[in-house]
C-alpha cells in the first residue's frame, strides 16, 4: 500500500515536471504506461508488404523494435509526450493554384523543429534524470518510436483518418516528442477517436493518397514525395503535386478540428517572409551554395538542392507559364539526373510539341542515364 508520504511526493514530481514542460514551451503533455502500448504490429506489417513505405527503407527496420517502447528499450516504464503547437498564422493553402509562387508546408518556413523541439526536451530530460536518478531516453522523431501512437495512448489527441494527431484543444498541427523513463508514472487516459463520420481530410488528397480511412500510402503522398522520394516523382501524379515544393498541409488543413487551432506562440515556427511565398522563378534559378544559403535553418535544406530544384521544376510544369523556359532550359544539362529528367518534364509541358521535338533532337543522343532517357522518349 502507497504511504501518503510516497504519494505526496509522486503528486509533487508530477507537478514539477508539468511545470518544467510548460515553462519550455510545450503547449499539451501527457503519459503512458510502456506496458499499455497498443498492438499496432499488424497495421506496421500491412504497410510494408504492400510497399505502402516508398523509399522509406527504415520503416521495414525494426517492426518489433517499432512496435513496442520496450521492444525499443526493455528498461522503460513510462513514456512522456509532449506536443508543440505549430499552428499558421495563415490559411496554409492560400497560394495553392498561384503559378508564380511555390508552396511549402507551413511547418517549415522557419526554424527546423527537430532542433528546437529536441533542445528543449534535452533541458527536461537532464533536469529529471538528476533530480531522480533514474535511467531516460528522448526521442523527437528518431529511431523506431510511433510519436502519434505514444501520443493517443498519452491522452493528448487522436490519431485521425488522414493518419496524424488530432488534437482536441489545438486541432492538427502539433509537433511530438518524447522521454522514455525507468520512472513507474500514473498514466493518462487514451483519448478516443472523435472523427465520426467525416471524410474532409481523405476528400482533400489531391493525389488520393488514402486508400482507406487510416491508411496512407507514402507513394502517393505529396509530402512523401517532395522530402522523403529521391527519384523522380512518377508522372502520373505531377499534375496533381501543382506548386507544392516541399509538403503538403491539404489534409490537415481542412480538419474541422482545426476550429479548435491557435497561432503559434513560438517564434521559431513563424514563418519567414521569404519563405511563405516564394517565386519558382528564382528558386529554380539556384545553385548548391545559393540553395544552402536561402533556407539556412529550415529543414528544407536537409533534402539538398538537386531533390528540392526537382520540385520546382514539377511546379514550373504546372504553371503553364512558357516565359519560364528560358531559365528552366540550362537545367536540361544540369550534373544531377532528377533535375535534368524534371527540366525535361517541365519543358515538355510549356512547349509547343514543335519546338519540343527541336530540343530533343538536339539534345536526347547525348544523354547515358536510363531514367532520363525515358523522359525524353515520353511523348510531349
Not at 544559403?293 to 529543414?299: A, D, I, L, R
Request: with cysteine; hydrophobic share 40%.
Amino acid at each position: 500500500m502507497t504511504s501518503i508520504s510516497s504519494q505526496n511526493a509522486n503528486e509533487a514530481l508530477l507537478e514539477e515536471i508539468f511545470a518544467r514542460i510548460a515553462d519550455e514551451g510545450f503547449d499539451q503533455a501527457g503519459i503512458m504506461a510502456a506496458s499499455d502500448m497498443p498492438d499496432i504490429s499488424a497495421r506496421l506489417d500491412a504497410v510494408i508488404e504492400q510497399g505502402w513505405h516508398g523509399d522509406m527503407d527504415w520503416l521495414a527496420r525494426n517492426l518489433d523494435r517499432r512496435a513496442s517502447p520496450r521492444g525499443l528499450w526493455p528498461e522503460v516504464n513510462s513514456v512522456i509526450v509532449m506536443g508543440m503547437n505549430y499552428g499558421p498564422i495563415a490559411d496554409p493553402m492560400a497560394n495553392h493554384g498561384n503559378a508564380d509562387l511555390g508552396v511549402i508546408s507551413c511547418y517549415a518556413q522557419n526554424k527546423d523543429y527537430h532542433d528546437v523541439v529536441k533542445k528543449r526536451i534535452r533541458r527536461i530530460a537532464r533536469w529529471l534524470a538528476d533530480k531522480t536518478e533514474t535511467d531516460l531516453k528522448i526521442f523527437v522523431d528518431t529511431a523506431p518510436v510511433p510519436e502519434k501512437t505514444l501520443a493517443q495512448a498519452a491522452g493528448i489527441g487522436w490519431q485521425g483518418k488522414h493518419t496524424n494527431l488530432v488534437s482536441p484543444k489545438l486541432g492538427s498541427w502539433l509537433f511530438l516528442g518524447c522521454i522514455y523513463t525507468e520512472l513507474e508514472l500514473p498514466p493518462h487516459q487514451p483519448e478516443p477517436d472523435h472523427c465520426g463520420s467525416c471524410t474532409k481530410c481523405l476528400n482533400a488528397c489531391p493525389t488520393d493518397a488514402f486508400p482507406a480511412p487510416y491508411q496512407l500510402e507514402a507513394r502517393r503522398c505529396i509530402s512523401y514525395l517532395t522530402i522523403e522520394h529521391k527519384g523522380p516523382i512518377p508522372t502520373e501524379l505531377r499534375p496533381a503535386i501543382g506548386n507544392r515544393i516541399y509538403g503538403c498541409d491539404d489534409c490537415l488543413a481542412t480538419c474541422p478540428w482545426n476550429k479548435f487551432a491557435q497561432a503559434s506562440a513560438e517564434s521559431a515556427f513563424h514563418p519567414r517572409e521569404e519563405l511563405i511565398a516564394p517565386k519558382l522563378i528564382e528558386l529554380v534559378a539556384m545553385d548548391d551554395v545559393g540553395f544552402r544559403q536561402y533556407f539556412k535553418g529550415s529543414p528544407v535544406k536537409r533534402i539538398g538542392r538537386d531533390r528540392f530544384t526537382r520540385n520546382v521544376l514539377i511546379a514550373l510544369g504546372n504553371s503553364a507559364s512558357p516565359q519560364s523556359l528560358a531559365t528552366i532550359q540550362p537545367l536540361l544539362d544540369d550534373p544531377s539526373p532528377v533535375v535534368r529528367g524534371a527540366a525535361i518534364w517541365a519543358t515538355a509541358q510549356l512547349a509547343t510539341p514543335a519546338a519540343f521535338n527541336l530540343i530533343r533532337q538536339a539534345r536526347q543522343a547525348q544523354e547515358t542515364d536510363p531514367q532520363v532517357l525515358a523522359e525524353w522518349q515520353t511523348p510531349a
